[in-house]
């Protein structure tokens, strides 16, 4: 296999860690674990997941503009 398809899978193999402890982490805050902890929590996940989106879609579309101009 070629040596990016390993890195891909070693990046999703350190996601699930990270993700897990991240859960962890915040499963041992009160705060995080009330109502309005997950509220804020979800909304700011929210804004944060449409902001990378819509970069990740500028990007994509620059780079898409740039292999039709050449």
């Known amino acids: 296999m070629k040596t990016i ?5 070693l990046l999703i193999g350190a996601s699930i860690l990270i993700f897990r402890s991240v859960w962890t982490f915040l499963d041992s805050i009160a705060w995080a ?13 929210i804004v ?10 500028a990007l994509s579309g ?8 050449e």
């Open 33 to 45: 674990s009330g109502g309005v902890g997950l509220a804020v929590l979800l909304v700011v996940g």
């Open 48 to 57: 944060a997941a449409v902001l990378a989106l819509r970069s990740i879609e």
């Open 62 to 69: 620059k780079k898409g503009e740039k292999a039709e101009d």
């Open 5 to 9: 398809i390993w890195m891909e899978m």
